[in-house]
């Protein structure tokens, strides 16, 4: 009885065994079968993107060719339509290619007039099998920039791929409804105009070489370029090596090195790094510069701020060289120059000294040692004697160039000096000897003879007697 009870219990544990085996085998064949038919739906929108590209290539050259029949046939929301037979019957799509694509849905070039030689042109779907937006999306994605759809939100427009562009539908008297897509062609003067960057320029339409927004190379280099010309601003993280000329309008900015075999132009010029040209620069600001600049000459009507300069020519500036920290000007040959390392002096790198064959002039002159002078010293200014002064000890001169000085708060002459003689005896050996001695400074004042006194005349010579003697003075003042 147990026995049996038991194989019946095990009966219905593989009975449960095998309805979840089956529920999951379910489950992945239907996952599988989801996957093959998104996978099919993929192919079907990458053939229906296919089949569009083909229609619209055709029809961008059909209206190249045959812009002014078709732009007299379109009205502003009268469209011409070009169909697909047209498109076969003159060439520009193979015999064999169908008016529908993969689902159905037939194909119609739209072309309304919007300005004076200039069409606006549709490759639009009607009818057939109506595509979910998930689907319409894709085949739009697939077309590219071109390509668009009809929104379900808003069935009124055709809609770009990520918004690019957007069309009324009203504009061309169609309708087609949710479900469609559509590629968009535009056309001025028979060329086509479209958002793309033309290779090739085209007479007289500048614009189809020109962007409107900002060029992102992501990363991949722009070469073989000649003249880069730019009005605003050229910021460059690594080098910049330039056969000839760098011309700016507006600031380079760089923080790698700047390599020019001709001249660098610019409004400003910022380097983190180096420049180094074989010709000259030429800036209309500033240049600020934290490496090396080596150059033939530089011309700046702003300020110049760097590092370092190292230049084979001439450097010019209307504004101002300036350095950011306790540097200046530096003669790498003689090793002197010009620096600053506080608010409130100059000074002489190196303790040069400084040379010049013309005045040195300032409000004050201070000497810490000795004073020099090759001549003369010239006072100019002067005072008056007996007037007061300070501090004591200054030199100045009266009207008449007599020096004065300060002493005790007062302008004072110089003081008198007390005479100086010196005494020469002369002896006398004959009757009537004559003094004949000369004083070598100053001035004879007096003699002495035969002790008969002092005596004065202006003359020196005097007779004596014998064994007389005569002592003379001369005196020095």
Not at 438 to 448: E, L, N, R
């Amino acid at each position: 009885m147990n026995t049996s009870r038991r194989y019946a219990a095990q009966r219905g544990f593989i009975a449960l065994d095998m309805l979840f085996g089956l529920i999951v085998l379910a489950a992945v064949m239907t996952g599988a079968a989801v996957m093959i038919a998104n996978q099919m739906d993929s192919q079907n929108y990458q053939i229906a993107a296919d089949q569009q590209k083909q229609v619209a290539d055709a029809a961008a050259k059909y209206l190249k060719d045959n812009f002014a029949t078709v732009y007299a046939a379109a009205g502003t929301t009268t469209p011409a339509q070009i169909t697909p037979a047209m498109l076969r019957n003159t060439n520009y799509l193979p015999v064999g290619f169908t008016d529908a694509n993969a689902f159905g849905q037939t194909f119609v070039v739209l072309a309304r007039r919007v300005a004076t030689n200039q069409l606006e042109s549709i490759v639009l779907t009607t009818g057939g099998q109506t595509i979910d937006e998930m689907g319409t999306r894709e085949i739009a994605e697939n077309l590219g920039a071109p390509g668009g759809f009809v929104p379900v939100a808003n069935t009124g427009i055709v809609q770009g791929v990520r918004g690019g562009w957007s069309l009324a539908l009203s504009n061309y008297g169609i309708n087609p409804g949710a479900g469609h897509t559509a590629s968009a062609l535009f056309l001025q003067d028979g060329t086509l105009a479209n958002d793309y960057l033309y290779r090739n320029a085209i007479a007289g339409k500048p614009e189809l070489n020109r962007m409107n927004t900002a060029l992102n190379m992501g990363g991949n280099d722009l070469n073989n370029a000649a003249n880069i010309t730019a009005s605003g601003t050229a910021s460059i993280s690594g080098d910049v090596n330039a056969g000839r000329n760098v011309n700016a309008t507006g600031n380079v900015n760089l923080n790698g090195t700047v390599t020019a075999g001709g001249d660098l132009r610019a409004g400003s010029m910022y380097l983190q790094g180096n420049a180094s040209m074989n010709g000259s620069a030429t800036v209309g600001g500033n240049v600020a510069v934290t490496g090396d600049t080596t150059t033939g000459s530089m011309y700046a009507r702003g300020n110049v701020q760097g590092v370092t300069a190292s230049m084979s020519g001439e450097t010019y500036t209307t504004g101002w060289f300036r350095t950011r920290g306790d540097t200046g000007w530096y003669s790498e040959k003689w090793g002197g120059g010009w620096h600053m390392t506080d608010s409130d002096w100059v000074r002489a790198y190196a303790g040069k000294s400084v040379y010049t064959s013309g005045q040195m002039r300032g409000n004050s002159l201070f000497s810490d040692g000795r004073t020099y002078v090759g001549e003369y010293i010239q006072l100019i200014g002067s005072a008056n004697e007996n007037w007061g002064c300070s501090p004591n000890g200054l030199v100045s001169r009266d009207g008449a160039g007599a020096l004065l000085s300060c002493e005790s708060g007062l302008w004072r002459r110089p003081k008198a000096k007390t005479p100086t003689c010196t005494a020469y005896t002369i002896p006398g050996y004959d009757p009537n000897d004559v003094t004949t001695r000369a004083c070598p400074v100053g001035t004879k004042v007096g003699w002495d003879t035969g002790g008969s006194g002092q005596r004065w005349a202006s003359t020196p010579n005097i007779a004596i007697g014998q064994n007389d003697y005569a002592t003379i003075f001369c005196c020095e003042f």
